[in-house]
Each structure stands twice: as structure tokens, then as C-alpha cells.
């Protein structure tokens, strides 16, 4: 359709995939499960099949702006929108809506995180040619939850009021109780098995005018800031404004500053192979493990009494000897080598530890 | 003396102190306790100290000749003594022994392993010298015992007769009872209980007329193949005729073949601060250790709940990070990084395994 749009959010830092994710070249701009395309690339082929690819815009930080030209050449630069500062999805969406505003304020919008994986890529696009349909005629605030099939303490989850659903072309459309963040793994359990709750995928299907309305009744100094903007956006002044707003704008997610606390969502309830491929964990539980449960992408080996450990080198000329290890990672890339248990626990309090200590450059 | 040499035997590949040590270079050719100076270089200097450098004689292999040449560049090629093949210390004495009869039948010679640690450079210099001068006046077979500090299951053993003790400036020489090879931990105790059991220091002290003697009676092939060399050594054709020589000698060590047999062999009991430094565990132990009982040289590393382990690092640029691991070996050579538990059968079983597996280049 000629009014709708994807906006995709690529200024994630990746730090849990560390240290094969890095500050200066975080996850989405890598090809971690050897697909032969970074998760950004996938992402933007994902939704280039059914919106025009000069209505994809990419909202990332300053410092990633060549890697996107370099990852998608095609992209122009005014649909590249750079973010001086992290400050979560809100600021980000609000940048992508107001801009968008100003050239087509009747559109419906897919925002699409970069980095996750999706591995039904038809299933998804149907459920997202429903949303934009739902989008285009009703002002509500579509989320896709994915059903569960484990009771995972790393993803944010949606309760759907089940008492009520409506269909779109097919797709089961729920009202939605609560969002809940991570759960701890007693209660993940118990959402599992009580079938109300599904996986927050973070990705999103709107209007512009339905996004904008809750906005400014629930983020209303955002809001302003970046509505501000107006007659400003598409011109030379607009990365000076927006380091400007970035500058005094808090920093919030949508789901917290605007889904959890809006009447207008709604949820579709769909399976399209997702995950967040968050963790290393994640991504243990994703690749094809050999018989002694290890995931190894390290081209010359030899491992013995290894068993369920990820062993990752980027050197493909250096023999990774390994005896007597289980469940860890050991990652050797050019300037870290990481030996830590697999445990996500573990893996991320190293890697605070690190951001906190003089080797902090390494991250 | 002008009669005294030193036989240097440089022969050895230091395979048990891979990934460091390689077959390019082994650990004789290598700094591995940080000390400025090789194993090699060492052992040259300790022995320069009381005879004439050009009485010092290097046996090594073809492929290390030029690592002993850049090493020690004053010894002039017809003191380094090239082995096509590693053939035991029997036929590396032999050849040395016989070499230098044509030149001084009347020496008196040390024979030193090249990759030992001595701390006591001058206890162990006032034993050789005490030692030598036994030798020029009577024909034993004199090797250094060193009176055991702990039940170590890595040495030989040598049982002193320590009823009929005799004097030489000072030092105690006894005659011999048995050598015992590695013996197990139960055994070793008792060893080192009894007060009668020293270490195989590998270091010995004799004349070549008595060692001559000796050879002729107890491995005669040997004595046979390199005694007729005779008007060959010292010529250009002497090359060639060790290669055959090597080609037709049994491998044997001086220890099995003739001191575990003769009647002549006479021990001195010394401490001089020695150790074969054979393994990474008599690394570990010798090295000091920080609060958690780590060996470190890993110039860039972030190390946390890590005790009891070695972590080396060749990469002054790589990060190490290692989070939870106890009693490992993690060393990272430019082509090889090795995670290993430190105990020493298991590392010598990697070592073994490498070698017979398709990786055995990278030993």
C-alpha cells in the first residue's frame, strides 16, 4: 500500500552477545547464526517484500551510520534517522512518527526491532498485512504476541483478555490485561500454563494518528519535543534539532510509557518462529547442537570431554584445544577471548563487570 | 682445566609444555619462567663459567641448528652436533663422546641436559668441579642426586648406598644402590622417607675413558657404530656418516643402557635448587602466585572467581576474560589457544591425543 511504512530500530548495542557483539559493531549489523545476512539485512528483506523500499526508514545511533550504508546501500540518507543518545523505543518511535508526520500523517506503520530472529517469515507477513489492515481503519495500538512454547524468564510478556476476541482475515485479536516484563521462572511457568499470556515480540503495527493521540496523552513532554519539530524534519537543520530534543528528553520505552498504559491495544496472537536471540543462551538454544550438546563454530578444533559449551573462534587458523568443559562459552575473536559458564546469569554480570572496569574499552 | 668440556644436549622437543613450546621451538629455546635468557642460553652461561667456551659442545637436531646459532652465536658450527633423528641420550653421548676422543682422549666431561632449572648456579658448580676432579683421577661414572624436597612422581630416583659414604672437597659421594624411573605417589613417599633416595638430576660427570669403557661393555652396538668414526669426525664426511649411524642405532637413554648397569657409577648428593621443569605443573609450582593461587602473564585480562589456574596469554593486545574456572591451563599462543585442566596426566593425554589426531600439525 502507497501510506504504509516500516520503521526498523537499529540503535541496540547488543551487549549480551559480547564479545562477538561489539560497541562499534553491536548485533544487528552482524551475522551471528551464519545466515549469510546481518539480522539488520534480514529484517529490512523481511519487510521490503510487501512495502516499498523508500517507505523503510532506519532509526540508529550516529556512530552506526556508515555500517548501515555500507549493510543497505539503497537506503538514502534521509530515511537513515540518527539518534545522538540512547534512550530506548520512545524517543525512537517519536522521532520516526513526527518525521514521518510531516510528509504522510495518514499512514500506518510497522516498527520492527533489527536484531531479532524470525524464522516463519510468510507467517509473519501475513499477520502483519492483517495488523496494517486493522491499522488502517481502526485507531488502536497493535502488538504481535507470540505464543509460548517454554516458560522463558528473558522475555517480556502479554496477558490477552481472552474473553473477547475478534478475527481479521483470519487472525485471532485479542484486548490486552497487563504487559509484565521478565518474569521469574516460577511465574513464567504458571503464564505458560494458564494460555493467556503470550511473548512480547516488540513489534508494533499503527497509525500515525493513533500512535500520536497516545503520545501526547501519556508521553506528553516527548510528545512535544519532537512534534516540535514540524517544518523542520526532511530539512538541514534536522540532526541539530533532534540532538537538541534527544538532548533533554528522558529516555523510556513505548511499552512502558505508552502500551501498559493505553486502552487501544490490541495483540494478534501468532507463531512466526520468533525469538529475541537476546543471550548467548539464546542462541545456544537456536543452532543445531552436535551429539555432546556443544554448538561450535571454531574451524579448527579439537575438543575432548566437551559437552554443552558454545565454542565460537573468529580465527579460522588457530586451533581451539579444549578438554574437559561443560556448559560454557569460550569465544575468540581478534581481541577477546571470553571463557565463561553458559549460565545467562553469569555471561551478564561479566560483562557488567567489565563495562565497569578499565578493560572497558573492550566492550 | 684445559681437559674439562661440557656436553650441552639440546636435543629435546619440550612437548609437554605445548602450546608454548613447539616442535619448531622447543622449550630449551624458550624464556617460559620470563628470566631474559632461554634454557639454552642459560645452561651455556652456567657452564662458561669454569670451562673454556670453545670445550663446550651443543647436540641438538638438524632442524634446531640454526635456533643454536642464533642463540649462542660464538660456538662455532663444529661444537654443534647435528642428530637426524631423536635417538634417546645413549647415541647423543656416544656421538659427542667419541668426537671428542679424537680430538682429547684424555678429557673429562660434564654432560647437561639444556632445559633444566637450577637456582643455585654456584652450589651446583662447586659439586661439578668437585665432581671433575673425581673423575680425572678415577674411572666412575659420576651423576648428581638431589636430595628430594617432596614425593615427586615426575623424576627418576637414584638409591644411594649410604653405608659406605666418601668425601671429596667437602661432598658426599656414594655409590649406588638402584635408579628407579617415575615412580607412583605411595612409592615416591616411601622414597622420600627413607633418606636413601635421591633425584635423576640428568646431570653427569666423567671421564672419557671410563664412559668409553663402560659403552664398549654394555652397549657395545652402540660403542661399535660410533667409535668407528674414528679419522671421520671433524671432516667433512662426518655428517653423513652420523645420519647412517643414527639411522642404525637403537634409541636407549645413558641411564638404562649404562648406569643402571655398571659398578662404577658413584652419586653426589647435592641441592642446588633444581628442576626438570618438565610439565605446566612444575611451572605452576615454581612460579609464584597471586592471592587466588593463579600463575598469570596475560598482559590484558579480566579474571574473575579464577583460582589455581596458569593463564598465559603470547597476545599483548587480546583481552582474557574468564569468569569461574578452577585448576585449568589456559594458554593462547598465536595459533593456538588451550583450555585444559591442570592436572598432568590430562594434559600430556591432550598432547598424545593431538599427535595422533589430523591437528597434529599444530604440535
New interface residues.
Partial sequence: MRNHYCIIMAGGIGSRFW?VSRNAKPKQFLDILGMGRSFLQMTYDRFAQFIPKEHILIVTGHQYKDLVKEQLPEVSDDRILLEPFRKNTGPCIAYATYKLMEKDPGASVVVAPSDHLILNDGELLRNIEAALELADREEVLITLGVTPTRPETNFGYIQANKAKPTQIKGHVVYEVKTFTEKPNMELAKVFVDSGEFYWNSGLFVWSLKAIDKEMSRLLPDIYTLFRNGKGIYYTTEEQAFINNVYAECKGISIDYGVLEKSKKVRMFAANFGWSDLGTWESYYIQKEKDSSGNVIDAP?N?L?DVTDCVVI?QDK?????????KDYL?I?T????????RNEK?VK??IT??SL?K?EK?L
Avoid: G, H, R
Avoid at 587458523?317 to 568443559?325: H, V
Fill in positions: 564479545p579448527v579439537f575432548k573462534s587458523n588457530k586451533l581451539i584445544a579444549i578438554k574437559e568443559l569460550v575468540n581478534p581481541d577477546v577471548l571470553m571463557i565463561c559458564p553469569t554480570q561479566v563487570d567489565i572496569s578493560e573492550f
